[in-house]
């Protein structure tokens, strides 16, 4: 069974620009989440959604960041226009809506460098 | 006042050593509760789920404590490719997202 995909691996851009990742769930997973490590901090919380709806996006930093689920499949987090502390590695995670516990499956994230 | 709390390391220790780590967080609304392992610059894995009985599988052991609010996780007989950072993890009642702690690094030596 194929595992949490994400693209790019790598992206580094200017202030100012944007940029556009991409994370594929594993197959039957309705939950979809992003989250965030920021050098020397812990990894961090972005947003979760259901299929297609968000369902949690508390921790969403500002309005310049956008996360889509269009048809409930593959997500994309928008960055526009980045700025130097959005630089990081983003991470994609994926559960099953079944039982007690939602264990979540990484993706290997995107390293993301805004110079 | 982070909500998850370990202790960074790094410990170091010898191949077939007993090491454990504690972890301690500050929600007592917290549900779920899970030790994820993490290579460098990789992405987190998941080791396994804590349960309130306690849990074992291999030569990893892990334990709650809700009275006390905090999670273990025992490695036996540490093997080299145990080297890497163990991240305590938790959620809340209600909530899906994951609180991550920043995780304790361990170096196996020969």
């Known amino acids: 069974e194929a595992g949490v995909t994400q693209f790019p691996s790598h992206s580094v851009i200017e202030k100012g620009q944007t940029v556009t990742l991409r994370c594929d769930p594993i197959?039957?997973?309705?939950?979809l989440y992003w989250y965030r490590r920021v050098m020397g901090k812990e990894i961090k919380f972005l947003l979760h959604?259901?299929?297609?709806?968000?369902?949690?996006e508390s921790g969403m930093p500002n309005n310049r960041f956008l996360a889509e689920r269009t048809g409930g499949t593959y997500s994309t987090l928008k960055v526009q226009p980045a700025e130097l502390e959005d630089s990081g590695v983003y991470f994609c995670?994926?559960?099953?809506?079944?039982?007690?516990?939602?264990?979540?499956?990484f993706g290997p994230g995107t390293r993301l460098t805004v110079t | 006042r982070k909500e998850v709390e370990q202790d960074p390391g790094p410990f170091n220790v010898p191949e077939g050593a007993t090491v454990a780590f504690n972890c301690t967080y500050s929600n007592s609304a917290s549900q779920s509760f899970f030790w994820y392992r993490q290579d460098c610059r990789k992405e987190p894995k998941l080791l396994m789920s804590?349960?309130?009985s306690g849990n074992e599988d291999g030569r990893f052991t892990a334990q709650l404590n809700r009275a006390s609010q905090y999670i273990s996780l025992l490695i036996r007989d540490s093997k080299l490719s145990d080297s890497a950072t163990y991240l305590c993890?938790?959620?809340?009642?209600?909530?899906?997202?994951?609180?991550f702690g920043t995780g304790t690094r361990l170096l196996v030596s020969p």
């Open positions: 995670a994926s559960s099953l809506s079944t039982g007690d516990s939602y264990e979540q499956y």
């Open positions: 804590v349960y309130s």
């Open positions: 197959s039957g997973h309705d939950n």
């Open positions: 993890v938790v959620n809340t009642m209600g909530f899906q997202k994951l609180v």
């Open positions: 959604f259901v299929k297609e709806s968000k369902q949690d």
